[in-house]
């Protein structure tokens, strides 16, 4: 795991993306402090919960029983694929 994380240092590989602006970055802490730079901040009109931090709204939202492993932020969708989800994401938002 180490090595393949060292690889990014030498590579084009960006596979951390925000997925309000599109941003891309080699590393994870990168990708927070950006969105924390950017005031970023998901809601879920539901209940009203917000966050600046996607991973802890998509945990909050599997308490609303949809069912899918990967819930989209800006609707009720939810599916048990990521890439279902980017599918998604891509044509409906």
């Known amino acids: 795991a180490e090595l393949r994380r060292h690889s990014r ?43 600046d931090n996607l991973t802890t709204l998509q945990r909050h939202l599997t308490k609303h029983g949809n069912g899918g492993r990967y819930i989209c932020y800006h609707c009720d969708y939810s599916v048990n694929r990521q890439h279902v989800l980017e599918n998604h994401m891509s044509s409906a938002h």
Request: charged share 30%; net charge positive.
């Open 9 to 51: 240092v030498h590579s084009d590989e960006k596979p951390y993306c925000c997925e309000t602006c599109g941003y891309t970055s080699k590393w994870k802490c990168d990708l927070k402090k950006h969105i924390k730079t950017y005031n970023h901040v998901f809601t879920k009109s539901k209940c009203n919960y917000f966050t």
